[in-house]
């Protein structure tokens, strides 16, 4: 990604800046590229035209473009005003605050953000990045919890100064900060007063060591206050059959199959959640033993279309599990005596 970004570059003053340079330093494989340069929208259509990438704005506001390539990679080129220092001025820590000339050459590196990763220390460049962009509350935390960092006193300090304000940016930014937190994570983001403030709780947490998923985490950490982040309709499912789970009255078929109509095909997270683990093997078990079709189907119930359809064939189903129906005939005698009584 540099080598075409310097070709195309040449004899301009350009720099490679934030989490590739952070990232290049610390061993770690570098996907996203960020390129400060002084026309960000011709060099990002230019490089889109060589590397067959797609070319949007990134930033009305900022100028900034990106180049969206195979594999989830990106190139993001941002305006060159006033010079490197005055550009990483207004970055956000320390260890972002570095910069290499993409020609090649000394970094420029005017806060001490080198000798800050060699301590594995996170340290906000000035006093004002949380009222600049508040999201970069929740981010000192995702980079401590990814990167094995620990924000230094005064910025920890900052970070609770200011935590009221980190449910300002959009859902989205949010969300996409949230996905990426451990449980430890977690526990930070309340430690330094953001989880309250975002209306979430680590009380829950102590269920992730039964699952480990994101989808869990969130769920644990937010609960119903969830419902009120911009997540997908699939993690609202998700959520949905999680908290709206009761745990069964017991281990026997019948009570396992009815929590498992509710909430598979998250019954062992459900489990989780319910501090019901014990009964996670009589699931597996149940899971494992489920028939390849079922006994039958809609049209041969002999019933008109509707509803009834349905409650009937989850009666077989049941019956089925619990074992008083095995056969087809058998299921079509449970019907003529479910219809009879109805």
Known sequence: MRDLARELLMGEEAWVVGGAVRDELLGREVVDLDIACRDPKQAARAYARRAGGAPFPLSERHGAWRVALDGGRTVDFTPLRNGIEDDLATRDFTINAIAVPLEGGEPADPFGGQADLERRVLRAVSQNVFDDDPLRLLRAVRLEDELGLRLDDETALLVQEHAALVDRPAG????????????????????????????????????????????????AAFGRRLAELPVSNELRRYANAI?????????????????????????????????????????????????????????????????????????????????????????????KRERGSG
């Open 172 to 219: 989205e930014r949010l969300v996409a900060e949230l996905v990426r937190l451990s449980v430890d994570g977690f526990r930070r983001a309340e430690e330094l007063g953001l989880l309250g403030a975002l209306g979430g709780s680590v009380a829950g947490l102590d269920r992730q060591q039964a699952r480990d998923s994101t989808d869990f985490r969130l769920v």
């Open 243 to 335: 908290l709206n789970a009761e745990r069964p009255e017991d281990g026997s078929p019948r009570a396992i199959h009815r929590f498992r109509q509710a909430t598979e095909p998250w019954s062992l997270d459900a489990l989780a959640y319910l501090g019901a683990e014990d009964l996670a093997d009589t699931v597996r078990a149940a899971r494992a033993a489920d028939p390849g079709e079922p006994l039958l189907r809609g049209d041969e119930l002999g019933v008109p279309e509707g509803p009834e359809v349905g409650r009937l064939l989850d009666l077989i189903a049941e019956e089925r599990a619990v074992g008083t129906v095995s056969t087809r005939e058998q299921a079509l005698e449970l019907v």
